[in-house]
C-alpha cells in the first residue's frame, strides 16, 4: 500500500511537470527578456530526452528511480542524487531537533493545563499555545531574527556552518530556525496533549485505577499519561510528516540551505529530474513516516496488531 | 444562553468586525493603496498616516485592510469550493461504500501523501502566481480534509438507527443524504470550515512572502512583510502591523473554531479536569477523628445521606444498613439514584456531585467508626479496594486497554501490601484462578482485548476482591452479560459470598429477578428516594408500596394475559413533585399524597416503607 | 394461544444464509464468518415470531435480512411471493412500505433534528398513503394510535422520554400501513416499568391491525408473554422452534434448557441451578466447532455430535429441534447432567 502511494504521487508529479506549457529548455536559455536562440533550445532538448514520447520519458524515469539514479539536474548536470543526500539531513535536523524542544515542553505543559482545567493556568496556557499556532512561521520567523539577532545580538540571523567545521556555531545557527519550528509544533503537542489527557481523564478505567485506592502519581503515570500518549505521538508523527515538506519559509528567512529550499529554486527553473526526486524522496518520507507511526502505536496499543 | 455559546460572541464579533472592514474597503475613507511619497518612506504614524508609511511612502493603513480582503478572498473562497467539493465527494463515498468511496474519498487522499506547502508549492508554480491560481491550489489542498471529515461523520450517521429507518421506509438514497445525513454532519462540517479558513490564511501568505502568491502592487500581508524584512532596521513597525494583522486574524477564527467545537459537542461540556488530582483541594473536607465503634455495629449505616449537583438534589436522604455478611440489592430504574448512592461510599462521585447531607458510617477492621461521606480523599484512598471495592458494571471499559490483566490485578494488590516479585505473581495467578478463569497463568498476561466479556468481569471482580475487602459495592455487574454468562458471574457472586462470611456486600441493579437470585434484603429507590426496603423474599411476597408492587407486577412472568404498566415516566430533578414523588404515577395516590411526602412506615419488623396508603397496597 | 394460522405465510425464508468474509491483513487470506446459516421461517399474518438467542446468535442480521436491508449470502428471502433479491431498487423501495421495523436504542432511532411530525411524515409522503393536505391529520391520528398527545407533532425527539420515543418509532413503521413488522429488541433499552408500556401496544397493534410480526429478544420472559411461535438460535443456526407453550413448557434442546434455567426469575427454586448453568462462552462464528455448535457447552455432547451438524427434526406438531439426543423434558424430569 505504501509503495502503491509512493507510486501514484511520483506519477503524478511526473505528468503534472511534463503536460503543463511552458519548455524548461527555451526557460534555461533565455536571459531576461531576451528569447533564446531555437537552434540551442532543440539542441538542448535533444540532449535532456525531452524529444523522446512521453511513455518512454516516463519508462526511462521509472527505470532510474528503482536502481536509485535520480538522473542529472538539468541546471549543472550534477546527479540529483547527490544534491539531495547533502541537503535532507539538514531539514531532519530542524525537524528532529524541533520535535525534541516540542514534545519534551508539550506534553507535560498539556498535561498540567488538562489537570487544571477550566482554571487559570489552563487558559493562559490554552491562549499561549492558540496564538502560536496562530502566527505563521515566517512571521514568528523575522520577529525572532529582528529580537534575537539584531536588538539584542544574541544569535546569528542565520547561515549555515557544518557540523564537522564548528560544532559550536553549527548549533548556534541551528537555535532559532529549529526554536522556530518548534513553537508552532509546540502549541500542536500542548493542545494535542491537554485534549487527550481530559478525555482519558473521563474514561473508566481511571476510575477503576482509584477504586482500588492507588496514589495520585501512579495513576497519572501508568493509567492517564500512558493511554493519552498514543493520540498524541500519532500526531507528532503527522506533523513532522508535513514539516518535510514544510520547511520552505524556515529555511528561507534563516537561509538554512536545506531540502525545501532547494526545492523552491528547482520548481523556478522547471528542473524536472531535480524536481521530481525531491518530491518522490519527501512523499516517500511521508509515506515511511506514517508507516512509523503504525507501529508505533501497535507498540503503545495491544488493541492494534501488527500482524493483523 | 449556555456557557459555552457566550464564549463564541467575542471571536464571532471580532470576525464579523473583520470581515465588514474589508468588505468595505472600496467606500471607507482610505488613502490610495498606490499612492507613492518616495519623499517621506518609512515615515512614522501621522495624523493623515495612522499607522504610518512603507518604504515606497504608501499608507500602511490602506495597505493593511486591501491586504486583508485579499488574504481572507482567498482563504474563504477556497474553503468554501473545497467545503462543497469535498462535502459531496464525503457523502458519497461514505453512504455508498465499496467502489463509490474508492473513486471519492480514496482518490481525494492521495493529495494528502503530499505535505501541503509542498502540494501549494507545485500548482502555483505551474500556473503562474496571482489570486486565482492561489484559490484553485487551496481548493484542491483542502479537498480532500473535508472529503475526510464529512466521510468519517457520514459513516457514523449511516449506521444509526434513524438512516435504516428511513432506508426501509423506501425512502430514495439521494434524499436520504440531503434531508438526514447532511443536516447530522454539518457541525463538524462547520468547524472544519472555520479551521480551513484559519490554515489557508497561513499558506496564502507563506506564499505571498516567498514572491509565489499574490502579485505586487496588489497589497497582501505576506507581501507587506516580505519587503518590512528589509528595512527592519529603519522602520521596525512596518513588520509589527502586518504581523499583528495576520496572526490576530488566524488567532481569531482559531478561537471561532475551538469555542464553536466545544459549542458544537455537547460532550466536552463534560470534561473540566479531575479534582481529585489537585493535591489542595483534597483539603476541602474536614475528617472527623475516629471514634471506636460499638460492639454489635452494623458494617455500613446510611444515614438520610443526600447527594446534589449544584442546587438539583438528585438522592434525598437515603438510609441504607449493611450487616457483615449481609448483600443489601439496591433497586431501581435510571435515575432512581442507586449508583450514586453506591459511588458515594467510595468517594468516586464525578466532580460536579457531592454528597450534602446525613452520614454514612463504616465500621473498619479495626473496629473504628469513620464516616465514608466525610472523608478527605487521602482518608478513603487508604480504605478503597482495600476495606471497600467495588465492581463496575462494563468490564470492557472499566480495564485499562494497554495493561495485561495481572498487572492489573498486582496493582490493586500493590496499592495496600508491600508485596512483591514471585509472591505477587504468585497471588495473581490465585486470585484468577479464584474468580474462575481459565488457564489463569497464561491469561495474567493477555490484554484486556484479548478476554471475552465473562472473563473480563471476572478479571474485573478479581481485582476487587484481591484484598479481601470487607464490603463490595457491584454496580450493575451483569447488565451487560448474556444469559447464561449473567448466570455464571452470579453463582460465582454466590460462591464469594460462601467463601467470605463476613464481607457484606451492596448489589446495585434494575433487574428484580436478580435480586432475587442473589440478595438477602432489598432497598427500592425511586427518584432518588428510599420507598421500600425489607428482606427480599417479604417484600417479593407482600410488597407494601405501590411502586415495588407495580415493578414486580410489570415483569411479564406471571403468564397474566396483560402486563401491568406503570403509567407516564420518572419525573426530571428539575421537577420533583412536592409531597410523594410516585404520586403521579399511582393508583393510590389522593391529595394528602401530593401534599406531604409520606413518613416512614414499618409494617413489620425490618421492613420500611414510605406511603401513606400501605396498609391498601396488597 | 393459537395454533399456527392455516392462511398462506406472508413471509418466507428459505435456507438463509449470510457470510461477512473478513480479511486478516492486507495479504491476508478471507475468512468465513457466517452470522447467519442455513436459517428457514415462515411468518404468516397475524402470528407473532420471536426470535431468542445471545447475542452473537445472528438474530439481528436474520432480522435485518428479512427486512431486505441486508442480502442474503445463501437462500432466498420472499414476501409476498416476491423473491426480494431479484427486486430492482424502485421496486424494492415500494414493496417497503409494507415492510417496517422497530429498532432497539429508543434514542438512536429518531433523527434528532427534525421534528416527530415531519419524521412520521416521511412515509406518508414517499408511499403517497393519504393526499398532501390530509397528511397533518393522519399523523395525528398515528400519535394517537399509540398513546400520545397530537401536539407532540411539533415537538422534537429530546423532549421526550425513552418509552415515549419508542411509541414515536412505532408509529413512524405504522404509518406506511405495513403488514410486516420487525422489532428488534424494542423494550432491551427501556427501564422495566415502561417495558409494559411497549409490550403491550406491540400486542394490541398486532391484534387491531392482523401485523405479522417478528420479535427479536434476549429476554425470554418478554418473548414468552408477547410471542406464539418461538425460534431459538445459538450461532448462527435455528437449534429450536416451535410452539412458545411447548418450547418454554418443555423444551427439547439443551441449550434452550440451559437458556431457561439461566434466566433469572421473581421466584428462585431452591438453589439447586448450579448445575444447570452452562459451562463456558460462546465460540467465535469465525471458528465453529465441527458438527453440532452447541457441542462444546452442551451438558448431553458425546462422540457422535463432533462428527455432523444435525438436522433440524420434528419432535411434535409445527415443532423442530436440531439435536441427535432431542426430546421434549419438563422442568420437573430434568436429564441430570
Request: charged residues 20%; neutral net charge.
Amino acid at each position: 500500500m505504501a509503495l502503491f502511494l509512493v507510486w501514484i504521487v511520483v506519477t503524478v508529479v511526473f505528468l503534472l511537470l511534463h503536460l503543463i506549457p511552458g519548455d524548461p529548455a527555451e526557460l534555461l536559455l533565455s536571459q531576461g527578456n531576451v528569447a533564446a536562440d531555437p537552434k540551442a533550445v532543440a539542441a538542448l532538448r535533444e540532449q535532456m530526452g525531452l524529444n523522446a514520447p512521453l511513455w518512454q520519458q516516463y519508462l526511462d524515469h521509472m527505470a532510474g528511480v528503482l536502481t536509485g539514479d535520480l538522473g542529472a539536474s538539468f541546471r549543472d548536470g550534477a546527479p540529483v542524487i547527490e544534491q539531495i543526500a547533502l541537503r535532507l539531513p539538514r531539514t531532519l535536523e530542524v525537524i528532529l531537533a524541533a520535535s525534541l524542544i516540542a514534545t519534551g515542553i508539550g506534553v507535560p505543559l498539556g498535561t498540567y493545563a488538562a489537570i487544571r482545567a477550566d482554571g487559570k493556568a489552563d487558559a493562559v496556557i490554552s491562549f499561549f499555545a492558540s496564538a502560536s499556532l496562530s502566527t505563521p512561521v515566517f512571521v514568528v520567523g523575522s520577529v525572532v531574527i529582528l529580537i534575537f539577532a539584531q536588538k539584542l545580538q544574541w544569535l546569528p540571523a542565520g547561515g549555515f556552518t557544518p557540523f564537522s567545521e564548528d560544532p559550536l556555531e553549527h548549533l548556534q545557527l541551528l537555535l532559532l530556525p529549529a526554536g522556530t519550528v518548534a513553537l508552532s509544533l509546540l502549541a500542536v503537542i500542548t493542545r494535542m496533549s491537554r485534549a487527550s489527557v481530559l478525555e482519558v481523564l473521563q474514561r473508566d478505567y481511571v476510575r477503576t485505577a482509584r477504586a482500588k485506592g492507588l496514589p495520585r502519581n501512579p495513576i497519572l503515570r501508568r493509567h492517564v499519561v500512558r493511554n493519552a500518549l498514543i493520540p498524541v505521538l500519532t500526531v507528532l508523527g503527522l506533523e513532522m510528516g508535513t514539516l518535510i515538506g514544510g520547511t520552505v519559509l524556515v529555511e528561507f528567512v534563516f537561509n538554512w540551505p536545506g531540502l525545501s529550499g532547494y526545492l523552491v529554486a528547482a520548481v523556478d527553473a522547471r528542473d524536472y529530474p531535480e524536481v521530481v526526486g525531491i518530491v518522490m524522496t519527501i512523499s516517500v518520507l511521508f509515506v515511511f513516516l506514517n508507516l512509523v507511526v503504525d507501529v508505533v502505536n501497535a507498540l503503545l496499543d495491544p488493541r492494534i496488531s501488527l500482524v493483523r | 444562553m449556555s456557557r459555552s455559546t457566550r464564549k463564541l460572541i467575542l471571536p464571532g464579533t471580532i470576525a464579523a468586525l473583520i470581515v465588514a472592514t474589508v468588505l468595505l474597503a472600496p467606500v471607507l475613507p482610505l488613502q490610495d493603496v498606490r499612492g507613492m511619497d518616495i519623499p517621506n518612506r518609512f515615515a512614522g504614524p501621522s495624523a493623515a498616516h495612522w499607522l504610518g508609511q512603507d518604504d515606497f511612502g504608501r499608507d500602511v493603513l490602506a495597505r493593511l485592510i486591501w491586504g486583508g480582503r485579499a488574504s481572507l478572498f482567498i482563504a474563504v473562497g477556497s474553503a468554501l469550493f473545497a467545503a462543497i467539493i469535498g462535502t459531496a465527494l464525503g457523502l458519497l463515498g461514505g453512504y455508498f461504500r465499496g467502489v463509490v468511496e474508492l473513486l471519492t474519498v480514496r482518490a481525494a487522499e492521495i493529495i494528502l501523501c503530499l505535505p501541503p506547502l509542498l502540494l501549494a508549492l507545485l500548482v502555483v508554480t505551474i500556473l503562474g502566481a496571482g489570486t486565482w491560481p492561489l484559490v484553485l491550489a487551496l481548493t484542491i489542498l483542502y479537498t480532500p480534509n473535508y472529503a475526510r471529515v464529512v466521510y468519517a461523520a457520514t459513516q457514523q450517521v449511516r449506521g444509526l438507527d434513524f438512516v435504516t429507518a428511513q432506508r426501509s421506509m423506501g425512502t430514495h438514497p439521494l434524499k436520504i443524504l440531503v434531508r438526514t445525513i447532511l443536516p447530522n454532519v454539518l457541525p463538524p462540517l462547520l468547524v472544519q470550515m472555520s479551521l480551513v479558513v484559519a490554515s489557508a490564511m497561513v499558506i496564502e501568505s507563506g506564499l505571498s512572502f516567498l514572491g509565489l502568491g499574490v502579485v505586487p502592487p496588489t497589497p497582501s500581508w505576506g507581501l507587506m512583510i516580505r519587503s518590512a524584512r528589509g528595512a527592519m532596521e529603519v522602520a521596525p513597525l512596518l513588520l509589527v502591523w502586518p504581523s499583528l494583522a495576520l496572526a490576530g486574524t488566524i488567532l481569531t477564527f482559531n478561537l471561532l473554531c475551538d469555542r464553536l467545537q466545544s459549542a458544537l459537542d455537547p460532550r466536552a461540556v463534560t470534561a473540566g479536569g479531575a479534582l481529585w488530582l489537585r493535591p489542595r483541594s483534597a483539603a476541602a473536607k474536614t475528617p472527623a477523628a475516629p471514634v471506636e465503634a460499638p460492639a454489635d455495629a452494623p458494617l455500613l449505616e446510611i444515614r438520610d445521606m443526600s447527594i446534589a449537583v449544584r442546587d438539583m438534589e438528585l438522592v434525598r436522604r437515603v438510609s441504607l444498613t449493611v450487616r457483615p455478611g449481609e448483600t443489601v440489592a439496591l433497586v431501581g430504574e435510571s435515575g432512581s439514584g442507586k449508583t450514586l448512592t453506591g459511588l458515594a461510599m467510595t468517594g468516586l462521585l464525578p466532580d460536579t456531585l457531592r454528597v450534602t447531607g446525613g452520614s454514612a458510617l463504616y465500621t473498619t477492621r479495626e473496629g473504628k467508626a469513620v464516616d465514608l461521606a466525610k472523608l478527605d480523599e487521602e482518608g478513603i484512598r487508604a480504605l478503597r479496594g482495600d476495606e471497600v471495592s467495588m465492581v463496575f458494571q462494563d468490564a470492557a471499559a472499566a480495564l485499562n486497554p494497554v495493561l495485561r490483566i495481572g498487572e492489573q490485578v498486582a496493582e490493586a494488590i500493590r496499592a495496600h501490601h508491600d508485596l512483591e516479585g514471585e509472591a505477587l505473581q504468585t497471588r495473581v495467578v490465585e486470585l484468577l484462578r479464584h474468580v474462575g478463569i481459565p488457564d489463569p497463568e497464561r491469561r495474567a498476561r493477555a490484554y484486556p482485548h484479548e478476554l471475552s466479556g465473562g472473563q473480563r468481569q471476572r478479571a474485573m471482580i478479581a481485582v476487587a476482591v484481591a484484598n479481601n475487602p470487607r464490603l463490595l459495592i457491584a454496580d450493575e455487574p451483569t447488565t451487560a452479560l448474556d444469559p447464561t454468562i449473567q448466570a455464571q458471574i452470579l453463582q460465582l457472586f454466590a460462591q464469594l459470598k460462601r467463601e467470605t462470611p463476613g464481607m457484606g456486600m451492596i448489589f446495585v441493579t434494575h433487574d428484580l429477578a436478580v435480586v432475587a437470585e442473589i440478595a438477602d434484603r432489598v432497598t427500592v429507590m425511586y427518584a432518588g428516594e428510599v420507598v421500600e426496603e425489607g428482606p427480599v423474599a417479604e417484600v417479593f411476597e407482600r410488597p407494601r408500596h405501590p411502586y415495588t408492587a407495580a415493578l414486580i407486577a410489570s415483569v411479564p412472568e406471571g403468564g397474566a394475559e396483560r402486563l401491568t404498566a406503570i403509567p407516564g415516566s420518572v419525573p426530571s430533578p428539575r421537577q420533583m413533585p412536592a409531597g410523594c414523588r410516585f404520586a403521579p404515577r399511582c393508583a393510590f395516590a389522593t391529595e394528602r399524597c401530593t401534599a406531604h411526602p409520606p413518613t416512614a412506615e414499618h409494617p413489620a419488623p425490618g421492613r420500611v416503607t414510605r406511603c401513606f396508603h400501605w396498609e391498601n397496597v396488597t | 394461544m393459537t395454533e399456527a394460522p392455516s392462511t398462506a405465510p406472508l413471509v418466507v425464508a428459505e435456507s438463509l444464509g449470510r457470510n461477512f468474509p473478513t480479511r486478516h491483513g492486507l495479504l491476508g487470506r478471507a475468512h468465513d464468518v457466517w452470522a447467519v446459516r442455513d436459517v428457514s421461517l415462515t411468518i404468516a399474518k397475524g402470528e407473532t415470531v420471536g426470535i431468542v438467542g445471545e447475542s452473537g446468535c445472528g438474530k439481528s442480521t436474520l432480522g435485518r435480512m428479512m427486512m431486505g436491508l441486508d442480502l442474503p449470502t445463501t437462500g432466498t428471502m420472499s414476501f409476498d411471493g416476491r423473491d426480494l433479491s431479484a427486486l430492482s431498487g424502485p421496486e424494492m423501495r415500494k414493496l417497503s412500505r409494507r415492510m417496517q421495523m422497530v429498532f432497539q436504542d429508543p434514542f438512536g432511532s429518531l433523527d434528532p433534528r427534525r421534528t416527530i411530525g415531519a419524521q412520521i411524515a416521511d412515509g406518508l409522503r414517499t408511499h403517497n398513503i393519504v393526499p398532501a393536505s390530509e397528511v397533518k391529520t393522519e399523523v395525528a391520528r398515528l400519535l394517537e394510535q399509540v398513546g400520545l398527545p397530537t401536539s407532540a407533532a411539533q415537538r422534537r425527539p429530546h423532549e421526550f422520554s425513552g418509552g415515549q420515543r419508542q411509541r414515536i418509532a412505532v408509529a413512524r413503521a405504522l404509518s406506511t400501513r405495513p403488514d410486516f413488522i420487525v422489532a428488534d429488541e424494542p423494550v432491551s433499552a427501556l427501564d422495566v416499568s415502561i417495558q409494559a408500556q411497549v409490550v403491550n401496544l406491540l400486542e394490541d397493534l398486532r391484534r387491531d391491525l392482523d401485523l405479522a410480526m417478528l420479535f427479536i429478544s434476549h429476554d425470554l420472559h418478554v418473548v414468552r408473554h408477547l410471542c406464539t411461535r418461538i425460534v431459538v438460535m445459538y450461532l448462527g443456526r435455528i437449534v429450536e422452534e416451535g410452539p412458545a407453550e411447548k418450547v418454554f413448557g418443555s423444551p427439547a434442546h439443551p441449550y434452550t434448557r440451559a437458556l431457561l434455567a439461566a434466566t433469572p426469575s421473581l421466584h428462585p427454586g431452591d438453589g439447586s441451578d448450579g448445575d444447570r448453568i452452562l459451562k463456558g462462552e460462546l465460540p467465535s462464528p469465525a471458528n465453529p466447532p465441527s458438527g453440532c455448535p452447541f457441542r462444546t457447552r452442551c451438558p448431553l455432547a458425546e462422540e457422535a455430535c463432533a462428527s455432523a451438524v444435525p438436522g433440524l427434526d420434528p419432535v411434535g406438531k409445527h415443532w423442530n429441534v436440531r439435536c441427535i439426543k432431542a426430546g421434549p423434558v419438563t422442568a420437573a424430569q430434568e436429564v441430570p447432567a
